[in-house]
């Protein structure tokens, strides 16, 4: 069995989207498969599961300025 690093949670996507909007995400990573990791700017990974494809992007559109700077990646 494998471990996740010490840095890396499974969070909520309540609990990611609350993250998200304290501007504390510097990068978003999204796969086809609903899978998003989000890396916060204290080192820690988070991954979650959106509700629909490209959810993460229209929750940082609605986080406006606070998160404008937060590269957005897609596979």
Not at 4 to 23: C, D, E, G, M, Y
Request: glycine share 2%; proline share 4%.
């Amino acid at each position: 069995m494998t471990q996740q690093p010490s840095n890396r949670h499974n969070v909520s996507w309540k609990n990611a989207i609350t993250i998200l909007n304290r501007a504390q995400v510097m990068s978003v990573f999204q796969s086809h498969h609903l899978d998003v990791t989000l890396s916060v700017k204290n080192a820690t990974v988070m991954t979650t599961k959106e509700p629909t494809i490209d959810a993460i992007f229209h929750e940082i559109q609605k986080c406006g300025d606070p998160c404008q700077s937060i590269e957005t990646w897609t596979e």
